[in-house]
T-cell receptor, first 114, second 109 residues
Framework: ETGVTQTPRHLVMGMTNKKSLKCEQH?????MYWYKQSAKKPLELMFV???????ENNSVPSRFSPECPNSSHLFLHLHTLQPEDSALYLC?????????????FGPGTRLTVT | GQNIDQPTEMTATEGAIVQINCTYQ??????LFWYQQHAGEAPTFLSY??LDGLEEKGRFSSFLSRSKGYSYLLLKELQMKDSASYLC??????????WGAGTKLIIKP
């Protein structure tokens, strides 16, 4: 595998379910990100990890819980979500979060909360 | 607050030239990025500008004027595969990317 991979690609869950999104990067990057993309809205940065340490948490509700066990893997644990959480969740990585490096994105997980 | 503005949608003809504008108001400036995103796919990096002027990369060029808080992406010799959304993003003083909502470009034969 190359680049940034995400699983699952599609997920439908009820409001009482617990699920996890997985992201893996094969680029040797030090920083990883979770974004939420809703139709016709700007990308919303949710979390940033630098060398496995969380450096940003942009006022994200606690029903979203990130985990970064190492610099190649990133998870987003979901529980008791709301219908408005339905969106495309994108994972990205970059060489360094504080530098002028482009971010490489995964294909995303299309989440539908019923 | 921080804001990135770009047109919601544009239409152009195959073989023509199109210019997608982006204006920004951010807390500091550490560069401006353009990304391309095809429907259902990941955004992919197109260009990065930090100094004023035009950067050319094949059929795509990106321009920046820091004094005007303005950038544009110029696409020449349009092809059907250029139909996509184009995202403008500015890196602010905290090195955080502030994103625009994207411009959906529709190419007609």
């Amino acid at each position: 595998e190359t680049g940034v991979t995400q699983t699952p690609r599609h997920l439908v869950m009820g409001m009482t379910n617990k699920k996890s999104l997985k992201c893996e990067q094969h680029l040797g990057h030090n920083a990883m990100y979770w974004y939420k993309q809703s139709a016709k809205k700007p990308l919303e940065l949710m979390f940033v990890y630098n060398f496995k340490e969380q450096t940003e948490n942009n006022s994200v509700p606690s029903r979203f819980s990130p985990e970064c066990p190492n610099s190649s893997h990133l998870f987003l644990h979901l529980h008791t979500l709301q219908p408005e959480d339905s969106a495309l969740y994108l994972c990205a990585s970059s060489q360094d979060p504080g530098g002028f490096y482009e971010q490489y994105f995964g294909p995303g997980t299309r989440l539908t909360v019923t | 607050g921080q804001n990135i503005d770009q047109p919601t949608e544009m239409t152009a003809t195959e073989g023509a030239i199109v210019q997608i504008n982006c204006t920004y108001q951010t807390s500091g400036f550490n560069g401006l990025f353009w990304y391309q995103q095809h429907a259902g796919e990941a955004p992919t990096f197109l260009s990065y500008n930090v100094l004023d002027g035009l950067e050319e990369k094949g059929r795509f060029s990106s321009f920046l004027s820091r004094s005007k808080g303005y950038s544009y992406l110029l696409l020449k010799e349009l092809q059907m595969k250029d139909s996509a959304s184009y995202l403008c993003a500015v890196m602010d003083s905290n090195y955080q990317l502030i994103w625009g909502a994207g411009t959906k470009l529709i190419i007609k034969p």
